[in-house]
């Protein structure tokens, strides 16, 4: 009998141990916040095979990140200017998740219309902005705004039959101007905080889309338009607007608050690339390419740092602290990625290979406390197994394809 009951409480004991993740680092990002006031801090959204998408967040500019939460459908993500703490979520449809404490729990507020963008007023203190389109048998831009910190809002069509809007931004510089940006050659100014609209398209190609917008932190007249076309660029706040050439397709587009004249563009043709300026947008030269592929419309300046710039990938957080010359994954803590296969060779004891689908192939040679991602090779597919032989300088790999 008592050699029963110690049998029932090892089995006990076995069942309430928990798992702790030890790596690999990274994961399917899917939105990224950068706070403006407070560059270190940092929210991120990453894609998980289930209802609920991990929220980490860190305080240490991506040295150490730590999951606070969880959400369903998320793709984009703004932090407050004026509380690190409250940071702003919207999935595209009808509804703003909202958090007060870094990310941790989430409140909803109904939309009277589809979202598409967000962002908040660099100005008055819980002034948020959304924007996006009534949908019928057409699509009606739309504007709202929130007075509490996103627990309420109202809006309304910013004008008749123009599409939807894909692109937000407010001046930094003149309190109460927000631009928008969308379908059909679409760009408009509001002076009074979004009360009243008008459209400042002239020089825009008919019929292109502008797909990203940046105001410029030391000139209220600058500002740079993101379209499938190319870049454009204006100095008299949208009056007149000229073409600067590429990049094209342009999803994303930030100038620097920390250096105004540098900023960095996120565009892709043919191969995907980021752009950055040193003369306020007159000239777009490419950068090193993101790898792995970046998230669109994702890309955001480094307040603190004229020459840093953030971007989500598929694989985790990538930075730059060069200009986009070089690219540096900041994962630390992030372990959401599932693990597709992992294989230890029994003649080396503590190694381990493992594939992390959508993210590579990683190896540890001390039982998984580090990790270190090996190159790239894969053609078609994520890997569904991994074969290991005993070589005279290690071990040999042989993977195996999902796609053949």
């Given at each position: ?156 069509p910013v004008v008749q039959d123009t599409g939807s809007i894909m692109t937000l931004d407010a001046s930094s510089i003149d ?48 500002l740079c338009a993101g379209t499938i076309t190319g870049m454009y660029r204006t100095t008299d706040a949208g009056a007149n ?164």
């Amino acid at each position: 009998m008592i050699r029963t009951i110690v049998l029932l409480l090892a089995v006990a004991a076995v069942a309430a141990a928990e798992w702790v993740p030890i790596g690999p680092d990274g994961g399917n990002v899917v939105a990224l916040a950068v706070s403006p006031n407070q560059p270190g801090t940092l929210v991120c959204v990453l894609y998980a095979n289930d209802t609920v998408q991990p929220v980490y967040r860190t305080t240490d500019g991506g040295a150490a990140w730590q999951r606070v939460g969880g959400l369903s459908r998320i793709a984009l993500a703004v932090i407050d200017p004026f509380d690190p703490l409250t940071v702003y979520c919207s999935d595209g449809g009808m509804t703003i998740q909202r958090s007060t404490d870094g990310g941790a729990t989430w409140q909803t507020a109904p939309l009277p219309f589809n979202t598409a963008v967000l962002g908040c007023d660099p100005f008055v203190p819980g002034r948020v902005y959304v924007a996006g389109a009534y949908y019928d048998s057409i699509a009606i831009p739309a504007f709202g705004v929130s007075t509490d910190c996103g627990a309420s809002w109202t809006g309304g069509p910013v004008v008749q039959d123009t599409g939807s809007i894909m692109t937000l931004d407010a001046s930094s510089i003149d309190s109460g101007a927000i631009y928008l940006g969308g379908e059909y050659s679409s760009v408009f100014r509001s002076t009074d905080g979004g009360a009243t609209w008008e459209e400042r398209s002239a020089g825009l190609t008919p019929g292109d889309i502008v797909l990203s917008l940046s105001a410029s932190h030391g000139d209220a007249g600058v500002l740079c338009a993101g379209t499938i076309t190319g870049m454009y660029r204006t100095t008299d706040a949208g009056a007149n607007w000229a073409l600067t050439g590429d990049p094209r397709f342009v999803m994303s587009v930030d100038f620097s608050p920390a250096e105004p004249d540098k900023g960095y563009a996120y565009g892709y043709d043919t191969a995907v690339a980021c752009f950055a300026t040193t003369d306020a947008g007159v000239n777009w030269r490419p950068t090193a390419p993101i790898a792995p592929t970046a998230r669109l419309g994702g890309l955001t300046a480094d307040p603190g740092l004229g020459d840093g710039v953030w971007c989500p990938t598929a694989s985790g957080v990538m930075r730059s602290t060069d200009r986009g010359a070089h690219w540096n994954p900041v994962n630390a803590g992030i372990r959401t990625a599932g693990i597709s296969t992992i294989s230890a060779p029994p003649w080396n004891p503590g190694h381990l290979y493992l594939e992390v689908a959508g993210v590579g192939v990683f190896k540890s040679l001390d039982a998984g406390r580090n990790w270190e991602k090996c190159a790239d090779f894969l053609s078609c597919g994520n890997i569904c197994g991994i074969g290991l032989a005993p070589g005279p300088g290690g071990d040999i790999l042989y993977a195996l394809e999902g796609a053949g």
